[in-house]
């Protein structure tokens, strides 16, 4: 098919429409000859053969090749830009009305053409009709089950902003000023972590010796960068030897005689410290996981026990990290910050704190008591694309110790010289886009208030939805919110009641059977399309732990409110009862 098409060949278009007939030779050498065999009436888009040469390439590079692509272009993106959630709710749907089997066999082709295919207009409106119907809308108010959700609308023309402006903020030469305003948004947010007095940022807030922190692409990358960082700054080069960064891991070991690193962090901490394990070189086993208490934190007493037991091995095994998370992704519990950060200082050991998904709660004046004792944290994970309401993707890491990154520093003969300030001397990342200018600009919009709203919204309407659950007997609260996450499963009154028995193995049976209800009924009420709660499975139980899967609940879209939340368990009560119903031998 594809040789066809490079081939001479006789093209017949619109002769209906147009009532003329027109001739497209194309020859090997793809030059295009268009004969008109008859007369041409106006208004008529001319179906070429399309050809890849340098004229067209000129026009599409430059601006929309005709006046036809233009309008296209205005339609949609008017709608976009003007009228995003409209837009979204007319194109995007939730639903998986055409299944992914059916999707996928739609997306088999796997040669790419010589020739261009189709023009700019076609290729959008292709995008609008044929691919946004099957993605999803994550910005509708019920969808509830991740952390990705409605954008403020004035973040799709700060990030076309930024698209246009293209700069690469992996050196000066190529971002100049827009180097210099990360600079200024990292020591703003480094503020509102830290705390630290004026003079301290006024020495480092443009001081291209120190770094407050970085952007990544995001929280997985930022928690490497942390403890990246720190295992660089632990296994430091010493009289014999001249850095783990330099001569690796074997060479490392050796100089400090110890057999292993860990790090430990709660059970429920992100998937991204078992990469940062791989990845470091330490290995992933060495991501220690421990047990959380009743309210979903980190176990302290089973933390110290731990430390205690490591420090025994008289320095064969080395702590790198400790992580404390500040919203845990499946629960979104806070661990004790404060008593975590005393420990590390006590014992000396790096205390990250994983703030991916909470780190905005410092800006509500009613919640940021939540995470006291951040500031103790030598590094801290925020996530831009999260509760900062960024497009995808942006993270960002931050260090106590303006020169602590020192240790991840790398420098090109054509780039990142010593002595300059490129941003991509200690990043883990080269090339990357300027996030920061839309953080700096939504900062600017919203203020600190606008994004406390948006945090407390959510934080109070999972509350209240907390309640409701509460209130229904067919529903069972499986761990209350303490920041906007809550999860919860089908559990009926009189199940409750026989789960409630001392008596494990019942216990266990009625959970296997609850595990399978819950599991269909969230991927029933998915596939109907009207609303998206997620699901997981936790690890929890007072005197023997079980696996029960949960529905998980996210609330950051400031339009979900608890009267779509009452809809999306009635939808659940429904699918439940006849999925009961119609399951019963
Ligand atoms: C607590 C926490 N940390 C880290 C991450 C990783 O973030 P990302 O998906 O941006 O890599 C997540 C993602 O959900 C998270 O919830």
Same mark, same amino acid.
């Given at each position: 098919m594809n040789k066809n098409r490079q081939s001479i060949r006789l093209c017949?278009?619109?002769?209906?429409?147009a009532g003329t007939y027109f001739v497209t030779f194309c020859t090997q050498n793809r030059e295009c000859f268009l004969g008109n065999m008859g007369s041409i009436k106006n208004n008529i888009s001319k179906k070429t053969e399309l050809v890849a040469n340098w004229q067209t390439l000129m026009r599409v590079f430059i601006r929309p090749e005709n006046e036809e692509t233009k309008l296209i272009l205005l339609k949609y993106m008017e709608q976009i830009l003007f009228g995003l959630n409209s837009f979204l709710k007319k194109h995007v749907g939730i639903t998986e009305k055409v299944s992914l089997k059916e999707l996928s066999m739609?997306?088999?082709?796997?040669?790419?053409?010589?020739?261009?295919?189709?023009?700019?207009?076609?290729?959008?409106?292709?995008?609008?009709?044929?691919?946004?119907p099957h993605a999803v809308n994550v910005a509708s108010p019920y969808f509830v089950g991740h952390m990705t959700?409605?954008?403020?609308f004035f973040m799709v023309h700060l990030k076309t902003i930024v698209t246009a402006l293209n700069q690469n903020l992996v050196k000066i030469e190529t971002s100049k000023v827009v180097s210099i305003l990360e600079k200024q948004v990292i020591a703003k947010i480094?503020?509102?972590?830290?705390?630290?007095?004026?003079?301290?940022?006024?020495?480092?807030?443009?001081?291209?010796?120190?770094?407050l922190g970085i952007f990544t692409k995001d929280g997985t990358l930022a928690n490497i960068t942390a403890?990246?960082?720190? #295992?660089?700054?632990? !296994? %430091? /080069? @010493?009289?014999?030897?001249?850095?783990?960064? =330099?001569? $690796?891991?074997?060479?490392?070991?050796?100089?400090?005689?110890?057999? #292993?690193?860990?790090? !430990? %962090? /709660? @059970?429920?901490?992100?998937?991204?410290?078992? =990469?940062? $394990?791989?990845?470091?070189?330490?290995?992933?086993?060495?991501?220690?996981?421990?047990?959380?208490?009743?309210?979903?934190?980190?176990?302290?007493?089973?933390? =110290?026990?731990?430390?205690?037991?490591?420090?025994?091995?008289?320095?064969?095994?080395?702590?790198?990290?400790?992580?404390?998370i500040a919203g845990a992704t499946e629960t979104g519990t806070i661990d004790p910050l404060q008593k975590i950060g005393m420990l590390c200082s006590e014992n000396k050991i790096h205390f990250h704190v994983d703030a991916a998904w909470g780190g905005p709660t410092l800006m509500s004046e009613k919640y940021k008591h939540l995470l006291d004792g951040i500031e103790l944290a030598d590094s801290v994970t925020i996530d831009c694309h999260k509760q900062?309401?960024?497009?995808?993707?942006?993270?960002?890491?931050?260090?106590?110790?303006?020169?602590?990154?020192?240790?991840?520093?790398?420098?090109?003969?054509?780039?990142?010289?010593?002595?300059?300030?490129?941003?991509?001397?200690?990043?883990?990342?080269?090339?990357?886009?300027?996030?920061?200018?839309?953080?700096?600009?939504?900062?600017?919009?919203?203020?600190?208030?606008?994004?406390?709203?948006?945090?407390?919204?959510?934080?109070e309407t999972a509350r209240k939805f907390a309640e409701e659950i509460k209130k229904r007997p067919d529903f069972q609260l499986m761990t209350p919110p303490e920041l906007n996450i809550l999860t919860y499963r089908i559990c009926p009154v009189d199940i409750k009641k026989k789960l409630s028995e001392d008596n494990f193995e019942q216990r266990q049976s009625i959970n296997k059977e609850l595990n399978k209800i819950n599991r269909n009924v969230q991927r029933l009420q998915r596939e109907a399309g009207k609303s998206f709660v997620s699901r997981t499975t936790l690890n929890i139980g007072n005197k023997r732990k079980e696996d029960i899967v949960v529905l998980r609940c996210v609330?950051?879209?400031?339009?979900?409110?608890?009267?779509?939340?009452?809809?999306?368990?009635?939808?659940?009560?429904?699918?439940?009862?006849?999925?009961?119903?119609?399951?019963?031998?």
């Open positions: 017949k278009y619109d002769y209906s429409r739609r997306f088999t082709e796997t040669i790419i053409n010589k020739n261009p295919e189709k023009k700019l207009a076609e290729v959008i409106t292709g995008l609008i009709e044929d691919i946004a959700s409605a954008m403020p480094h503020r509102i972590i830290y705390k630290e007095n004026e003079s301290f940022y006024n020495e480092h807030v443009q001081n291209a010796k120190t770094t403890l990246w960082v720190a #295992r660089n700054s632990l !296994l %430091a /080069s @010493k009289e014999g030897f001249s850095g783990i960064e =330099k001569e $690796g891991i074997v060479p490392a070991y050796k100089a400090y005689g110890i057999e #292993r690193c860990v790090i !430990l %962090a /709660s @059970k429920l901490s992100h998937y991204s410290f078992k =990469k940062a $394990g791989g990845i470091l070189g330490i290995g992933n086993q060495n991501i220690i996981g421990i047990d959380v208490d009743t309210n979903n934190r980190i176990n302290l007493d089973l933390l =110290k026990k731990e430390i205690k037991k490591i420090k025994k091995t008289g320095g064969r095994i080395k702590i790198l990290a400790v992580v404390g900062f309401y960024m497009p995808m993707s942006s993270g960002m890491v931050y260090f106590k110790s303006p020169t602590i990154m020192n240790s991840i520093e790398y420098h090109a003969n054509y780039v990142n010289r010593p002595g300059s300030v490129d941003l991509g001397i200690k990043s883990i990342t080269g090339s990357r886009e300027a996030n920061s200018i839309i953080l700096d600009c939504a900062l600017k919009i919203m203020g600190t208030q606008g994004y406390a709203l948006l945090i407390e919204h959510g934080i609330i950051m879209n400031p339009m979900t409110n608890i009267n779509i939340l009452k809809k999306i368990l009635d939808e659940q009560e429904k699918i439940y009862r006849c999925y009961i119903t119609t399951s019963r031998p």
